[in-house]
């Protein structure tokens, strides 16, 4: 079958969570990359949710710092550091093995998002709680 004749019909529109809904995920792909637009290093994560199989793959990154980082954006951005390493019970200076953090599950407060295809289920904010 060629890219012209696949059929569509089967598939099933994907579930989204409400917004502000905690649950846990489990991370299935963690990798570096850096930004075309600003050089930036970042991790990004692939997430599946064990107990929301129906809302499909939800994608997040961690960003990580620049050294010309005005103090503020680096604060945030090493709070949200923090808030990812405490969901996934690292200790805040502990350093980040991407390959041991595939399969390890925490918790996050999701939301949605408009895109071209319909909405879909996005992190807001990683959660140190246990739902």
Known sequence: MGLLDQKT????????LDNNTEAQF??????????DKTGR????LTL??????AVGLVYATVMGLKED?????????????RAFKQAVNLEPDDAIDLNALVGV?????????????????????FSVSQA
């Open 69 to 81: 980082d005005e103090p503020r954006k680096a604060d945030t951005m090493l709070r949200r550091m």
């Open 105 to 125: 599950t925490g918790f996050a407060i999701f939301g949605q998002e408009d895109t071209d295809t319909g909405k879909r289920t996005v992190l807001k904010r």
């Open 26 to 35: 489990q991370i299935i792909e963690a990798e570096v990359r850096t930004s």
């Open 48 to 53: 599946e949710l064990p107990n929301n199989p």
């Open 9 to 16: 019909s089967h598939v099933a529109d994907l579930e989204v």
């Open 41 to 44: 290093e970042f991790i990004s």
